[in-house]
């Protein structure tokens, strides 16, 4: 036989190609017994420090850190643009590498933490330019985006069943929001009147919310759309 993903030579006996690991049988067909082609061992098993990788992307990411600081510092004698820059690499380690130090890392810990950075980010940005409107309208909305998501996490985590009826829920109440966020924009920046542009994906939040409830409670229902979607 041969290699799948190689096209090495393989012997009946062997349990992996030797030059790219790959697994040369079906696990649940029986297999045949011969001599071997290959000397036993010589399967690899790549091993990469996962401290390391997060180390050296740590690095990487400290580099453009110091880059922009040090050119905002050289032109403008203070730190200008260089913040911006350098919020969003601190927020995008947060939400992406600091989890990955962890053997098992907890979503319903760091799905917060991000939120809270991001916060964190936007004010500021908003002391920078002087915008005064983080109380008005991005905490609410930031505040708002990282209970729903975090209790999503926590009840998908946490609770074997009713995965449809919790999405179900959260886009309903992402849907009903909507009209609130339209109001605090309004109020913010001094918009001169209320568009009512939020109904729109309200409604069909609304709906999709409501179809994820119904296929829960109605299993003829669901099973018909696991059928079609070959779920």
């Known amino acids: 036989m041969y290699c799948i993903s190689c096209g090495v030579k393989l012997a009946d006996s062997e349990k992996c190609c030797p030059l790219c690991g790959t697994v040369p049988f079906h696990p649940d067909i029986p ?68 989890p990955l130090w962890f053997r098992h890392p907890n979503p319903a810990i760091f799905v917060p933490c991000t939120f809270a950075a991001a916060g964190l980010y936007v004010l500021y940005i908003d002391l920078t330019v002087k915008g005064g409107w983080f109380l008005g309208f991005a905490f609410p909305v930031i505040g708002f985006l990282g209970v729903l998501v975090s209790a999503v996490v926590i009840l998908i985590r946490y609770l074997r069943r009713g995965a449809l009826y919790i999405f179900g829920g959260a886009l309903i109440g992402l849907g009903a929001f909507l009209p609130v966020m339209e109001l605090l924009m309004k109020r913010t920046f001094r918009l001169p009147k209320f568009v009512g542009w939020s109904w729109y994906p309200l409604v069909a939040l609304v709906l999709l919310g409501g179809a994820l409830i119904f296929l829960a409670l109605c299993r003829p229902a669901r099973e018909t759309v696991e059928r079609k979607l070959f779920l």
């Open 31 to 98: 297999r045949r017994e011969g001599n071997r082609l290959y000397p036993a061992g010589r399967c690899p098993k790549p091993q990469v420090s996962r401290r390391g990788f997060l180390g050296v992307v740590t690095i990487l990411l400290l580099i453009p850190v110091l880059v922009s600081l040090i050119c905002d510092l050289s032109l403008h004698g203070g730190i200008t643009w260089s913040g911006y820059v350098i919020g969003g690499i601190a927020l995008s380690y947060v939400a992406m590498v600091l």
